[in-house]
């Protein structure tokens, strides 16, 4: 069977279907009812992709209301798929609709097209064109719907509870060809318990999300400063960046523009928290001060933890990163910094946190998902390669990532794009 052929007779539906998944909203929220945990959109999508499935026959399970599954085939074995629902954020500099799933120049465009929707929706077309030709399915096969992966993973937690673990998975969440490494992902906090204050800075925000490079940064200044306007659009145009300086009757509001970017590679973004901190770092005094003095001094232009004396490598990962996703400032009140972790396979973990210490500030370990990683010479793997290399003629190198797929909550599973 030509497989292409029967995969573009679907794209019309393959289309018109994820334009469907992208119009619903599916964030995140903290408006939950009990039979949408996570929100009346996300669980919304959920609904969505378990109706699909009933409607073409396959056997339907909502589990807890945060993940389900679509299940087809016979056998003791079971073969599972990952996906997931829910999206981050919109965040700015959107040039489409963000849920509007518009089609331009071959290209479809939208919150969630990529990750996840897009693939999973793709997963769910493969399904159907072997349901449709009638192979045979020798296992049981589950395409399994999440619903928390941008946050905590929280529906897997709950879906493994009751659920049979697969005897092998993969996630179409990644890129091409297969990832068989994750690094670790460590949720650190810095923080300090003094009074917090200043006798300018008021509050500072950057970031709403630890996995996201903040793209807004706000600070709020006691006084007009009418003599830190020129220096800060001074420091706007060196460094390539938009903001504005506000008066509101005795204060100044400063906001900063970066750009947005995935936390496994804070490189690829500008962090407008760490660049507002560097402007106010020599201007401020008191525990302010020492609050962006400590962000500007430790996150400026260092992604990889070298001045956090935190940094490692290995051949199977590469570098651990950090990203200063999540920053606050309250005067008086509240002074963290939330950092996400992307730490190497073999990276001491336990050793190198228990023995860290800092000045000033107290860390603290919020989260911790260990790495996953599947040798290379797994039957497993060498049978994904070779299906990935018959179908498409590349070669199947293997790859690592910063970034956490539903591959680590699996005991044999990997993030594996597939042509359809």
Same mark, same amino acid.
């Given at each position: 069977?030509?497989?292409?052929?029967?995969?573009?007779?679907?794209?019309? *539906?393959?289309?018109?279907?994820?334009?469907?998944?992208?119009?619903?909203?599916?964030?995140?929220?903290?408006?939950?009812?009990?039979?949408? #945990?996570?929100?009346?959109?996300?669980?919304?999508?959920?609904? !969505?992709?378990?109706?699909?499935?009933?409607?073409?026959?396959?056997?339907?399970?909502?589990?807890?209301?945060?993940?389900? +599954?679509?299940?087809?085939?016979? &056998?003791?074995?079971?073969?599972?798929?990952?996906? =997931?629902?829910?999206?981050?954020?919109?965040?700015?500099?959107?040039?489409?609709?963000?849920?509007?799933?518009?089609?331009?120049?071959?290209?479809?465009?939208?919150?969630?097209?990529?990750?996840?929707?897009?693939?999973?929706?793709?997963?769910?077309?493969?399904?159907?064109?072997?349901?449709?030709?009638?192979?045979?399915?020798?296992?049981?096969?589950?395409? @399994?719907? &999440?619903?928390?992966?941008?946050?905590?993973?929280?529906?897997?937690?709950?879906? $493994?509870?009751?659920?049979?673990?697969?005897?092998?998975?993969? /996630?179409?969440?990644?890129?091409?060809?297969?990832?068989?490494?994750?690094?670790?992902?460590?949720?650190?906090?810095?923080?300090?318990?003094?009074?917090?204050?200043?006798?300018?800075?008021?509050?500072?925000?950057?970031?709403?999300?630890?996995?996201?490079?903040?793209? *807004?940064? *706000?600070?709020?200044?006691? &006084?007009?400063?009418?003599?830190?306007?020129?220096? $800060?659009?001074?420091?706007?145009?060196?460094?390539?960046?938009?903001?504005?300086?506000?008066? =509101?009757?005795?204060?100044?509001?400063?906001?900063?523009?970066?750009?947005?970017? +995935?936390?496994?590679?804070?490189?690829?973004?500008?962090?407008?928290?760490?660049?507002?901190?560097?402007?106010?770092?020599?201007?401020?005094?008191?525990?302010?001060?020492?609050?962006?003095?400590?962000?500007?001094?430790? $996150?400026?232009?260092?992604?990889?933890?070298?001045?956090?004396?935190?940094?490692?490598?290995?051949?199977?990962?590469? %570098?651990?990163?950090?990203?200063?996703? @999540?920053?606050?400032?309250?005067?008086?009140?509240?002074?963290?910094? +939330?950092?996400?972790?992307?730490?190497?396979?073999?990276? #001491?973990?336990?050793?190198?946190?228990?023995?860290?210490?800092?000045?000033?500030?107290?860390?603290?370990?919020?989260?911790?998902?260990? #790495?996953?990683?599947?040798?290379?010479?797994? #039957?497993? @793997?060498?049978?994904?390669?070779?299906?990935?290399?018959?179908?498409?003629?590349?070669?199947? %190198?293997?790859?690592?990532?910063?970034?956490? /797929?539903?591959?680590?909550?699996?005991?044999?599973?990997?993030? !594996?794009?597939?042509? *359809?």
């Amino acid at each position: 069977m030509d497989w292409l052929l029967e995969a573009n007779k679907r794209k019309e *539906t393959m289309l018109s279907e994820l334009q469907e998944l992208i119009a619903i909203p599916s964030v995140l929220s903290d408006e939950t009812t009990p039979t949408a #945990p996570f929100g009346k959109e996300v669980k919304q999508a959920l609904d !969505w992709f378990l109706h699909k499935g009933r409607a073409q026959g396959y056997s339907v399970k909502n589990v807890g209301d945060v993940a389900g +599954h679509l299940e087809i085939g016979e &056998g003791d074995e079971l073969l599972g798929i990952l996906g =997931h629902v829910d999206v981050v954020p919109v965040g700015q500099g959107w040039t489409k609709e963000p849920f509007g799933g518009e089609i331009q120049d071959g290209r479809l465009y939208g919150r969630g097209a990529i990750d996840d929707k897009g693939p999973t929706i793709a997963a769910w077309t493969a399904l159907n064109m072997l349901k449709d030709a009638d192979v045979e399915f020798t296992k049981r096969v589950r395409l @399994i719907i &999440g619903t928390d992966e941008e946050s905590d993973f929280r529906c897997m937690d709950r879906y $493994f509870q009751t659920e049979e673990m697969p005897a092998a998975a993969f /996630t179409p969440d990644a890129d091409f060809p297969i990832i068989n490494a994750e690094k670790g992902i460590a949720g650190l906090v810095f923080l300090t318990f003094s009074l917090h204050d200043d006798e300018i800075l008021e509050s500072f925000i950057a970031g709403h999300r630890t996995n996201m490079v903040p793209d *807004t940064a *706000t600070a709020i200044l006691n &006084g007009q400063l009418v003599e830190w306007q020129q220096d $800060f659009k001074e420091f706007c145009v060196k460094h390539q960046l938009t903001g504005r300086a506000e008066q =509101h009757n005795s204060s100044t509001e400063l906001t900063l523009n970066g750009k947005s970017a +995935h936390a496994m590679e804070p490189e690829n973004g500008i962090n407008a928290g760490i660049l507002l901190a560097l402007f106010l770092k020599d201007r401020l005094e008191g525990d302010g001060q020492k609050f962006v003095a400590f962000i500007a001094d430790t $996150f400026y232009q260092d992604s990889r933890g070298r001045k956090l004396g935190l940094d490692f490598t290995d051949e199977q990962s590469g %570098d651990t990163t950090f990203n200063a996703g @999540i920053i606050r400032f309250e005067k008086k009140k509240t002074a963290t910094i +939330h950092v996400s972790m992307r730490y190497s396979v073999s990276y #001491p973990f336990e050793e190198k946190m228990t023995a860290y210490e800092l000045e000033n500030f107290m860390l603290d370990i919020a989260s911790n998902s260990p #790495p996953h990683y599947v040798d290379g010479n797994d #039957p497993f @793997i060498k049978t994904l390669q070779s299906a990935y290399e018959k179908q498409t003629g590349n070669k199947a %190198d293997l790859i690592a990532i910063g970034g956490g /797929t539903y591959a680590r909550v699996l005991d044999k599973g990997v993030a !594996w794009i597939v042509y *359809t």
